[in-house]
């Protein structure tokens, strides 16, 4: 979320918090109740091949939702002094690596050839 990167930048301590207590778990929730429907929908729609893809991404969101959160609340408690991967400096995107990364979902999800 932008705002967890926004918030945590400015050194807001009670936003990241919040987000950690409230948003993020209802992301969560919304993304588990939408995961069903969905797969309802698909099976309705299309043919059987194709929604282990939707699976895994599914999966994935819901996984990364709660890793995000967890290192939020980490980070809170002392656990760790500081986000990584909120320190770093965001790649500005241009048509040319909208084209090439964003909608490649195996170059996002791995260095790997899966």
């Not at 320190?87 to 909608?103: F, G, Q, Y």
Request: charged share 25%; glycine share 4%.
């Amino acid at each position: 979320m932008i705002c967890t990167r926004q918030a945590y930048q400015a050194a807001n301590t009670a936003e990241p918090a919040r987000l950690a207590r409230d948003e993020y778990p209802r992301l969560y929730k919304a993304v588990e109740k939408f995961a069903p429907a969905f797969e309802r929908q698909w099976y309705t729609e299309n043919k059987t091949a194709g929604f282990d893809v939707q699976d895994i991404c599914l999966g994935g969101l819901m996984r990364r939702i709660d890793s995000c959160r967890r290192r939020l609340t980490d980070y809170l408690s002392g656990k760790v002094t500081l986000i990584e991967e909120l320190e770093c400096e965001l790649i500005p995107m241009s048509k040319a690596n909208i084209r090439s990364t964003v909608h490649n979902y195996i170059d996002i999800a791995s260095a790997n050839i899966i």
